[in-house]
């Protein structure tokens, strides 16, 4: 047996040692998924399986990202390929920078952070056409849940269209002032959405909302573009995927479509992102979207000791 497996129990070495097709790895806190990820990685790499730029992991922060560098720079010994360790942010930015111009896509756009965007907005909230959402008395009022929502629509992948006709036909089916009221100013956000969608791209801009929203439209819209990320991966990892959006569940879907090889780790019991669109759906359904799928499910916890774990 590998030195590098070593320390591994059972579950963990079926994981790490599963061959091919999807494998989902339920694991709470303290059962040691990140070791069984970077072993994992580990593993394909040694056997020959996938070179380390054949191989892409994503996480959800930076400091999870950093970690498992970390931990895989002390694990492989020198000389190996850059590894594709990124955030879902950073790999969508990585892919526009790349092969944006596929949809016309300035390369060159700044990226801004969500004060950057509320300040953008600001400086173009007139070029808006509002009515419900601009009181003259505090013009700067519905900035931060415009941004919000558009922000929402990007996760979902809503598209300016599909909102638009979503707001027509409230119209339409309207049967009171009530009624009325509602679905106008519904029709005045999927207007306000269509022009937000143009403007920052026309601009130069992007907000982080809109590079998986961006990133999917690409490998959607473009079939050469996403053989060539399909081919250039073999085997995608995923942390914490129960907190995956719809927009990130349905590009690494996209991603693994051909290959099947796709391992995701996460906690049917925690997700930490609901507020802002995570879909626990998607790691209940994994199962389902890939049928052949084999699921391990870690139980020893080696964070905690026993009589916490008696207590929870």
Known sequence: MKDYMATLNAEQKAAVTHGEGPLLIIAGAGTGKTRVLTHRMIHLIETGKARPDE?????F????????????????????????????????DAVLREKGLEIGLDTAYQLMTQTELI??????????????????????????????HFGHLRDE?????????????M???????????LAEKTLELAHAYAHYDKLLPKSGRLDFANLTYLALDLLERRPSVLSEYQRRFKYIVVDEFQDTNTSQNRLVELLAMNSKNIMVVGDDD?????????????????????????RVVLTQNFRST??????S
């Open 119 to 148: 300040l953008f907005l600001k400086e173009q909230l007139f070029s808006f056409d509002l009515k419900y959402y601009r009181p003259l008395g505090n013009p700067l009022r519905f900035i931060h849940s415009l941004a919000s």
């Open 270 to 294: 925690q997700s930490i992102y609901k507020w802002r669109g995570a879909s626990l759906a998607n790691i209940l359904n994994f199962e389902k979207r890939f049928p052949s799928t084999k």
């Open 61 to 92: 922060t930076e400091k999870a990202s950093l970690e498992i560098t970390e931990r895989l720079d002390v694990l492989l010994p020198m000389g190996y390929q850059e590894l594709w360790v990124k955030t879902f942010h950073g790999f969508c």
């Open 55 to 59: 191989i892409l992991a994503i996480t």
């Open 157 to 169: 992948v809503v598209t300016p269209p599909t909102y638009i006709h979503y707001a027509e036909s």
């Open 171 to 181: 119209v339409k089916g309207a049967k009171d002032a009530e009624e009325v009221e």
């Open 306 to 311: 026993q009589p916490i774990l008696d207590m």
